[in-house]
Structures are given as structure tokens and as C-alpha cells.
């Protein structure tokens, strides 16, 4: 293989490194977008909904691209829902105390 | 090769196992941080729903241009992350570095904007206390969480730059090899920072605008 | 290529005792070998031990009169606070997890070391400087709101160092955290050839479900702490209840750690007992497979228990119904574990040496702690007897009864693995009946005082709670011979103890197939697996041969 040859493949190796992030990055400016515009708009509880989803989504696309859980053994994964479910286990039994209250 | 530094350390039978290794320990320390940053979410979620017209009183007060700005910094940061960490993998050095030295670049400009928003609260009197702006005191809660949720973040976004920049500059003086898992841990650090702060921007910025 | 090609290490040739590695002390405050790290951590708890055994020594004399002897309210009041921190935070969490987890944990699986060998060290570094820094601020400047740093007391009212003791407990609390990522990576990524879950002995899951709780429920404890000091040092409100803040909230954030750290402290214990029934009765562990599951259901049921310690707190009449269903559902495991351990002994061929006595002892004072436990979840009889001698009898029954007798057992069972001498076998089962003779005499006349009424953390009673307090007192006695006994003839056995061989108790596992004590490398080659733990009885063959 010649030297150009080589250099012309890493090139592409390097382009083919950038699509997925910045896609990625794109999305997530486009999704800031919404979350900061929709919060000027009167939409009474759906304003905190909207963007608690929207802040979700943006979690996920993060969490699964850049961090690549989507790629990642099981092993890995656990861990990450392993937070999750012991965060929605403290605000479950405690939520539930202040609700009844 | 062989006069390169260990990528290989003890007690790891392979490089592979050790990567996964150190991913699946760096994953461990997300959970925790999760957890600890519960506690804050639960309190505030807790409050607001205890003062809802309290909370968004004192919501309308922050600066919603430099949370947003920041924000897009940070995202922009983890995309050069993102990249460093892939690059790191093949072998593409100048690359990986050059992406590490704007994501350290951008992390520092969050922090500037975050100091002049401080800078810009503090004038307004906004810090709880005898001299605090705002009534009703439940107020003074919302502020409360808001200096202690972005203190804490901030005191994060500090140790990524330290870690990153110890890190970039051990690379680049060959001290540990490109390949080293470190790259792929702190970036799954930094990603952490940067979600966390996904969700403090409704919760701190994004209230009570309408 | 570049480089990430597997290449393998170099085959390291068998070296030296791990405790011949070094001699200076530098080459111990430098080491990685995990083994060494145990030590370092077994010399500093036991350490921090006695320390907080003396300030409870302090607080059990001068209870001996009802006006109190030599203390005011306020040394009084620091001195269990002082109690409280050290024994929680500085011995009972890290006990049995930090020194043999640390010891034994790679060498159960077939492992050279943890997985992180010099995160392990790290966290033996931020363990003792948190530790000392602040047992020094509450000596110094003194404590008073007891371990609990209950708002707003503590953030309000109290006077002295809290903020500079919680700091403390804060870095204590990274390295817990630090141990537990470790524990659990190296659980699952270094295991031997062979060695599958179901070949893991009851200690190494015992660990591993420890570590998941140490590192799930810690860095609540970190934020419930640090925004206590907050609230302390720059007036900020977040539990204040001037502005409208919830106290009770401190109360949730605290008890989502400290009911979960008390499995912390329980779990490794469990552990311990297994190996040790299994080796003394030899016998394999009745119901292994359920053993496994109830460690587990334990490391997660337990984060779920929590509001019983708020009964009488203000909590939702329909929130402790919900907790108290749930501190009724954990105990079923832990039932499920005594019912299996005593089916081990039965028909077992027992030999009574000191482990054994120790487990025994654990085995009784554990289940009475456990059952007093069940009184403690039932909301009506814990509003009687919230804050008073009932509840801390019940706790330093898991606690000391526990956890402590276990810590001994486990002392006693591999002491010769890790020293690689031999201890007086006499002295050391005297020093066992001692221990549960003296635990006895000092906690049950607590439950007795605390069901009629008196409550904790006072130093002035009424007369007729004097002859309870009394024998109290004269059980701490017996029980203090029975801490310092084994430094004694441990301390002897080191000098003068015989060479203990590789399995002197002719056990099962893979850390007794190797040298005592061990080389730095652990084993002479990486073990192959072929068979689960506790192969004990006739047919019992070696678990593994190296390959």
C-alpha cells in the first residue's frame, strides 16, 4: 500500500470518526432549542413537562452515542440502570411520604 | 513498541479485559454520582412541590442567556470529547489531542460564564440571607438549591478540567500511550458533567418564563 | 498495528512471603498488593476501635450513678458522639469489607489482586487522613449532636466542630465508595478460569452485595452531610424551618444511607459465618443457591426500610405502614440465613475451636438481634420504645453481637493464612466465651431498662434504673478483657506462635491452597477452577489444581 494511499484511507477513517458525534451535537442544539423557546410559551404544567422530556431525551442521546451504552456489554448497562432504579426508589418511598402526608 | 509505555497493567490478564475493566469501574462511579445528586433533586423536587408559586418567583431571577450559552458550551465539549475518544482508540494522535485541548478550552469558558453569572447574582442580591431580595422566604430555598446544585456542578466541571488537562499533557509528552483507557473513562466523566447539567438547565432556568 | 495487541504479561516467577517484600515502612505506604493493604487497614480500625471503645468506657462509668459522676452534659454529650462516629463510620463500615474483603477477595476468586490496585490504596489514604481529621476536630473542639447530625440541631443549634467532623466523614465516605467499585469490578471481570458465580464462596458474594450497597447508598450520606455544613457555615436555608425547610427531609436523605450501612456492616459478617460453619462442621453450606439470593435481596430490600426510623418523626401514618411492611419483609432473608446455617451444624461433625466459638456466638446474638428487630418495625410497640436502651440494645446486638463477633471470627479462621503463625487455641476460645459472656451482661439488661422507659443519651436517670446500669457497666468490663485478650496472645503468636502450614484447619477454598502467607502473586500459577466451594466430607477433593 503507498503512503498516499494510506494517508487518503485515514482521512476518511478521521470523517467517518465525526458524522455520528455531530449528529449527535446537532441534535442536542436543536433539542436546546425547543426546550429554552417552548418555556416562553404559556403552557401552564406542560411547560415543565415538555421540558423535563426534552431534557430526557437529550440524557438518553448522550448517554447511548457518546457515552455508546448503546454499543456496551450488558455489564455496563446494568450499572447505569442500577443508578437509575435506586434514584426512583428514593424518590418514590420518600415522594410518598410528603404526598400523604 | 516495545521501549512505548505499558498499556497493560497488573492484576489484567489482557488489554480488552482491562478497557472493559476500567469502563465498567467508571460506570460503578456514574451510579454513584447519580445517587449523590439525588439527594439534591429530591429536595428541590420536594420544595417545589410544597411552593410551586414560591419556586417560580424566585425561578424568574436566573439568567437564562448564560445557562443556555453554557449549556451549548458544554455540549459542544462533549462532542469534542466524543471524538477524542474515538480518535484515541485508532491511533489518530494529533487529532485526539487537539480535540482534548478545545474540550479543556471549553470547560474553562463555562466556567468564566458561570463566574460572571455569579458575579451578576451576587449584585442582585441574591444569595439567602438577611439581605435577600426577594419574598416570600420559601424563595430563599429555590436560591439555596440554586447555589448548591450549580456550586456542586461546578466543583465537577473543575476536577474534568484537572483530570483532562493531567491527562492530555502525559499523552502528549509519551508518558501513557494514546490507547490508554484513562481517554474513554474521563470522557464518560465528562458526558456525566455535562447530563447533569442537562437537567439543572429546566429546573433552575427554564421555570416560570411564561 | 497500533497498540492495542493482546500481549501478555511475562510470567512472573513464585516469590517471597508478601510480608518479605519490604521491610521498611515506606515499602508499606507505597504498596499495591492488596494483602498489604488489608494490613493497613486492619492496624488502623483496630486503632480507631479502641479509641472509641474508651470513650464509651468513659460514658458506661459514669452511669454507674443516676446524677452522673464526673461529667457535665456537655462531655457527656460528646462523648458518645464520639462513640457513635468512630464505631460507625471509622470501624463497623469498613470492618470486615476493608481488611479481609481486601485480603481474601482476590484470592477466593484466583486473582493477583483487586482491580484497581492503586485506587484500593488511595482509599486507604483518604480513610485515615477523614478518620483522624475528625477524630481530632471532635477531641479538640468537640461534637455534641451524636452521629445522626440531626437538623436542626445540627446546623442551628449545636456548638463545636460539625462542620469539620461531617467533612471527615465526607472524605471517609470516597473511600468506601472507592473500595466497593473495586470490590465489584474485580468480582466480575477477574475471576479464575472456572470460577463461575455459582462456584463463588458465600464470603465473595457477601462482599460483592456489600459493595453494591457501600456504593449505591454512600453518596447520599455525602450530600445529606455536605448540605448540612452548607447550611452551618453560609446560613443557606434547606431545612430550616423559618423558610418554610423540612427537617424531616434531612431525616430521609440520612436513613436512605444509615439503614442500608447497617447492612453494610451485617453482610460481611454473614459472609464469615458461612466459611467458617461450613469448615468447623464439615459440611457444605445448606442451601447454597438460597444463600446467594438472600444476600442479595438484603443489599436491596434493605434501601427500602429506611422511614422505621422515623415513626415517631412526623412522617405519614400511611408512609410507616408501608415501611414497617418492608422492615418485616427484610427480615425474611436474614431468617432464611439462620434457618440454613443452623441446618449446616445439624449433623455436622463439630469441631469447637475459637472461629467456631466466635461464629457460634454470633449465630445467637445475632438472631435475638434480629428478632428485637421485628418489635422495632411493628409502629406500635416502636412508639413505645422509640430513643430509648430498647432500640440501642437491639442495635449493638447486629452491631457488636454481630458484626463484631464475626469480625473475631473471621480474625481467628484466617489469622494463620495471613501472619502464617499459629495462635493459642485456649486462649483464644477464652477469649470468646468472655466476649459473649460480657456482651450479654451489658446489653440485655438494656432492653430491659429501655422497655420501661429509659431513654438514651441521658446521663441523669431515675433511681430505679440503677442496678440495670450497673450490671451494664460491669458487662463492659468483661467485655474490654475480652477486646484487649487477643492483642495479647495474637500479638504473641507472632513472635512465638508456631509456623502455621497451608490449610491448617483443612478447609476449602482457594486461598488455603497457597502458601501462609501467601506470596506477593497470590498463587504459583493462575488456579483452575473445577468444582464449587465447601467441598468437604469424604469425598472431598482439592477445588482446584493448578494447571
Given at each position: 500500500m503507498s503512503s498516499t494511499d494510506s494517508t487518503q484511507s485515514r482521512r476518511q477513517e478521521a470523517f467517518q470518526l465525526w458524522k455520528l458525534p455531530v449528529a449527535i451535537w446537532a441534535a442536542l442544539l436543536i433539542l436546546l432549542a425547543i426546550t429554552v423557546g417552548s418555556a416562553?410559551?404559556?403552557l401552564g404544567t406542560f411547560n415543565i413537562a415538555i421540558n423535563l422530556a426534552v431534557a430526557c431525551i437529550k440524557a438518553t442521546l448522550i448517554a447511548l452515542f457518546f457515552m455508546k451504552l448503546s454499543r456496551s456489554s450488558s455489564l455496563l448497562r446494568l450499572a447505569a440502570v442500577a443508578g437509575l432504579f435506586w434514584f426512583i426508589l428514593m424518590f418514590l418511598l420518600t415522594g410518598g411520604d410528603y404526598l400523604t402526608r | 513498541m516495545s521501549d512505548a509505555p505499558a498499556l497493560l497493567h497488573e492484576p489484567w490478564p489482557s488489554v480488552e479485559r482491562q478497557r472493559e475493566g476500567v469502563s465498567f469501574g467508571l460506570w460503578l462511579f456514574i451510579a454513584t454520582e447519580i445517587l449523590f445528586f439525588s439527594g439534591l433533586f429530591l429536595g428541590y423536587t420536594l420544595y417545589r412541590n410544597l411552593y410551586p408559586d414560591a419556586f417560580k418567583i424566585a425561578a424568574r431571577e436566573t439568567e437564562v442567556f448564560f445557562g443556555t450559552l453554557n449549556t451549548a458550551i458544554l455540549m459542544t465539549s462533549s462532542l469534542t470529547m466524543a471524538v477524542a475518544a474515538r480518535g484515541a482508540t485508532r491511533g489518530f494522535r494529533k487529532m485526539t489531542l487537539w480535540c482534548l485541548a478545545v474540550t479543556i478550552t471549553l470547560g474553562c469558558t463555562f466556567l468564566l460564564c458561570k463566574g460572571l453569572e455569579y458575579h451578576d447574582d451576587i449584585d442582585n442580591r441574591l444569595?439567602?440571607?438577611?439581605?435577600?431580595?426577594?419574598?416570600?422566604?420559601?424563595t430563599q430555598i429555590f436560591w439555596a438549591f440554586y447555589w448548591v446544585m450549580t456550586g456542586i456542578h461546578a466543583v465537577h466541571v473543575t476536577v474534568g478540567i484537572g483530570v483532562v488537562t493531567t491527562v492530555t499533557l502525559l499523552i502528549y509528552r509519551r508518558r501513557?500511550?494514546?490507547?490508554?483507557a484513562a481517554v474513554e473513562a474521563m470522557a464518560l466523566y465528562w458526558h456525566l458533567v455535562d447530563v447533569i447539567w442537562i437537567f439543572l438547565l429546566p429546573l433552575l432556568y427554564l421555570m416560570g418564563r411564561s | 498495528m497500533t497498540d492495542i495487541t493482546v500481549d501478555r504479561l511475562p510470567e512472573t516467577k513464585i516469590g517471597e512471603s508478601y510480608l518479605d517484600e519490604g521491610h521498611s515502612l515506606a515499602s508499606w505506604l507505597t504498596t499495591t498488593d492488596h494483602k498489604r493493604i488489608g494490613i493497613l487497614y486492619a492496624l488502623s480500625i483496630t486503632a480507631f476501635f479502641f479509641i472509641g471503645g474508651a470513650a464509651i468506657g468513659l460514658v458506661r462509668l459514669e452511669l454507674l450513678e443516676p446524677h452522673g459522676l464526673f461529667l457535665t452534659d456537655e462531655e457527656y454529650n460528646r462523648l458518645f458522639t464520639l462513640h457513635g462516629i468512630i464505631m460507625v463510620?471509622?470501624?463497623?463500615?469498613?470492618?470486615?469489607?476493608?481488611t479481609f474483603g481486601n485480603f481474601l477477595l482476590p484470592m477466593m476468586i484466583g486473582a493477583?489482586?483487586?482491580?484497581?490496585p492503586r485506587l484500593n490504596l488511595m482509599s486507604w489514604y483518604l480513610f485515615v487522613i477523614g478518620a483522624t481529621f475528625t477524630i481530632i476536630t471532635i477531641i479538640a473542639g468537640?461534637?455534641?449532636?451524636?452521629?445522626?447530625?440531626?437538623t436542626p440541631l445540627s446546623t442551628l443549634y449545636a456548638n463545636g466542630n460539625v462542620i469539620a467532623a461531617a467533612a471527615g466523614v465526607f472524605v471517609v465516605g470516597f473511600s468506601s465508595i472507592a473500595t466497593g467499585i473495586n470490590f465489584i469490578a474485580t468480582t466480575h471481570m477477574?475471576?479464575?478460569?472456572?470460577?463461575?458465580w455459582t462456584r463463588l464462596p458465600l464470603f465473595v458474594w457477601a462482599i460483592y452485595a456489600t459493595s453494591v450497597v457501600m456504593i449505591l447508598a454512600t453518596p447520599v450520606l455525602a450530600m445529606s452531610l455536605l448540605l448540612v455544613s452548607v447550611e452551618r457555615w453560609f446560613?443557606?436555608?434547606?431545612?430550616?424551618?423559618?423558610?418554610?425547610?423540612?427537617p424531616l427531609l434531612f431525616q430521609h436523605l440520612f436513613w436512605f444511607y444509615s439503614h442500608p450501612a447497617v447492612y453494610i456492616m451485617i453482610l460481611p459478617a454473614m459472609g464469615v459465618i458461612s466459611e467458617v460453619f461450613a469448615c468447623f462442621a464439615r459440611?457444605?453450606?445448606?442451601?447454597y443457591t438460597a444463600m446467594v439470593y438472600s444476600l442479595m435481596s438484603i443489599a436491596v430490600?434493605?434501601?427500602?426500610?429506611?422511614?422505621h426510623h422515623m415513626f415517631?418523626?412526623?412522617?405519614?401514618p400511611y408512609a410507616n405502614l408501608v415501611f414497617s411492611f418492608l422492615s418485616f419483609v427484610v427480615a425474611v432473608p436474614s431468617a432464611i440465613k439462620v434457618f440454613n446455617w443452623v441446618a449446616t451444624l445439624y449433623g455436622g461433625q463439630i469441631v469447637f475451636k475459637a472461629p467456631m466459638l466466635y461464629a457460634m456466638g454470633f449465630l445467637g446474638l445475632f438472631t435475638v438481634g434480629g428478632l428485637t428487630g421485628l418489635f422495632l418495625a411493628s409502629v406500635p410497640i416502636d412508639i413505645h420504645v422509640t430513643d430509648t436502651y430498647f432500640v440501642v440494645a437491639h442495635f449493638h446486638f447486629i452491631m457488636v453481637g454481630g458484626s463484631v463477633s464475626a469480625f473475631f471470627a473471621a480474625l481467628h479462621f484466617w489469622w494463620p493464612k495471613i501472619t502464617g503463625r499459629l495462635y493459642p487455641d485456649y486462649w483464644a476460645r477464652f477469649g470468646a466465651i468472655t466476649m459473649f459472656l460480657g456482651f450479654n451482661a451489658t446489653f440485655l439488661p438494656q432492653f430491659v431498662m429501655g422497655y420501661e422507659g429509659m431513654p438514651r443519651r441521658y446521663h441523669v436517670y431515675p433511681e430505679q434504673f440503677q442496678v440495670y446500669h450497673v450490671i451494664s457497666t460491669a458487662g463492659t468490663v468483661l467485655l474490654a478483657v475480652a477486646y484487649i485478650l487477643p492483642l495479647l496472645y495474637l500479638g504473641w503468636s507472632l513472635l512465638y506462635g508456631n509456623r502455621a502450614d497451608r490449610n491448617p484447619w483443612h478447609a476449602a477454598g482457594?486461598?488455603?491452597?497457597?502458601?501462609s502467607p501467601p506470596p506477593k502473586e497470590n498463587f504459583e500459577r493462575t488456579p483452575t477452577v473445577t468444582s464449587g466451594p465447601y467441598s468437604y466430607g469424604e469425598d472431598a477433593e482439592p477445588q482446584a489444581h493448578t494447571a
Open positions: 416562553y410559551i404559556p | 444569595v439567602p440571607g438577611p439581605d435577600f431580595k426577594l419574598k416570600p422566604p420559601e501513557i500511550p494514546l490507547a490508554t | 463510620w471509622f470501624f463497623l463500615v469498613p470492618s470486615i469489607p476493608t493477583k489482586d483487586v482491580a484497581f468537640g461534637v455534641d449532636t451524636g452521629w445522626t447530625f440531626y477477574l475471576r479464575a478460569p472456572g470460577m463461575t446560613g443557606v436555608p434547606i431545612f430550616n424551618p423559618n423558610n418554610g425547610g423540612d459440611r457444605k453450606v445448606f442451601g430490600i434493605g434501601f427500602m426500610v429506611w422511614g415517631v418523626a412526623g412522617q405519614s482457594l486461598e488455603w491452597e497457597t502458601l
